[in-house]
């Protein structure tokens, strides 16, 4: 039997004699066959989504780098570094603004890197608005309020500045914030682990992964009553619409939000396990710290191995089955816990 190395110079040999004639021809050619080749196995090599990170470890590890302590809001921002690190340095890089192969051709992990981003962007923006300041006149974290719009910055930018270049100023301008949280002798740096604090960024979550289950959810196409308007008799909006609706995701796009909706309960997982951490106080004079936990427990179903090489688009009640409404199954149950844990955060 041939070996491996004999079956790749039979196989290149047998490619130059079919070539045109032409020395350089030929090499160019075989040149560009080998490049996408080596590109395809790369491609399949960095469409493999990342494993998680421990928050508490992490922060321990910036904490004795900066030669400060793990205190209140240290396991936060390190959760937030983590995952920003992660997206930036896993296997490939960032691809979402990639323009060449293979980056070019993959769309599963540039969507579910910008699933995780928007998780990025908006804890970005609590912890420059709501986390780090005691009240709404007070004044914003100089660190923080420099890293929150660069989280920000288009996601697609490939030169000029690249996306890549813009994020890694962010988090600089964030690992500055931790060093100087994590200095005990330094009261400037401030994060409020408040109960209003964690409903505001609960809200914010509230309205992502309420969209997320919806576009998952018209996969298989639904009939659906106009309730824009329900509950108020004044309101009004700017421009009629019809009292009834059929919603689809174009079957394009399913795999498109199905792998978005991985990435970013791949990021809350974190996010809320970092939370668990920081605000265990909060939660636990308020009853509410198992609840957060279930929350983690049902998004962490959403990481489960996806077996098929396809994401398959079922009907409801088909034979096949249709990935993006177990997707949303999970989406749907962590979002009506996490409405119950602002309740509870909520009452006195």
Do not use: C
Request: charged fraction near 20%; glycine fraction near 6%; hydrophobic fraction near 40%.
């Amino acid at each position: 039997m041939n070996t491996a190395k004999e079956l790749v110079s039979d196989w290149r040999d047998t490619l130059i004699e079919k070539l045109p004639e032409g020395r350089l021809f030929r090499w160019v050619a075989l040149f560009v066959v080998l490049y996408l080749l080596i590109a395809i196995v790369f491609g399949m090599y960095w469409s493999v989504s990342p494993g998680g990170f421990d928050v508490r470890k992490k922060a321990a590890d910036y904490a004795a780098e900066d030669g400060g302590d793990v205190v209140t809001g240290s396991v936060t921002t390190a959760a937030l570094l983590g995952v920003m690190e992660t997206l930036l340095h896993k296997p490939g890089g960032y691809l979402h603004n990639d323009r060449f192969p293979p980056g070019l051709w993959l769309d599963n992990m540039p969507n579910w890197e910008y699933g995780a981003l928007v998780q990025v962007r908006d804890l970005s923006r609590a912890m420059r608005e709501s986390f780090s300041r005691s009240q709404s006149q007070s004044k914003e974290d100089k660190d923080l309020a420099e890293a929150e719009p660069r989280y920000h910055f288009d996601s697609d930018s490939w030169v000029l500045p690249s996306s890549e270049s813009e994020y890694g100023k962010a988090q600089a301008f964030t690992r500055a914030y931790f060093k100087r949280l994590s200095d005990s002798s330094n009261p400037d740096a401030q994060f409020y682990a408040r109960a209003d604090n964690l409903r505001y960024w609960l809200s914010t979550v509230n309205t992502r992964l309420g969209s997320l289950s919806q576009r998952l959810s018209a996969s298989v196409g639904q009939r659906r009553l106009n309730t824009d308007l329900a509950g108020e008799q004044g309101a009004s909006q700017s421009t009629p619409a019809p009292g009834e609706m059929i919603v689809k995701t174009p079957w394009t796009e399913i795999d498109d939000v199905f792998f978005e909706a991985r990435g970013t309960t791949w990021a809350l997982i974190h996010f809320l396990k970092a939370m668990e951490v920081d605000f265990a106080d909060v939660l636990k004079q308020k009853n509410a710290l198992v609840s957060l936990q279930q929350i983690i427990r049902e998004l962490e179903g959403t990481q489960e191995t996806v077996w098929s090489p396809v994401v398959l688009n079922g009907t409801g009640f088909g034979l096949l089955a249709n990935h993006s409404l177990v997707m949303a199954s999970y989406i749907s149950r962590a979002n009506a816990a996490i409405i119950d844990l602002r309740d509870l955060l909520q009452q006195g």
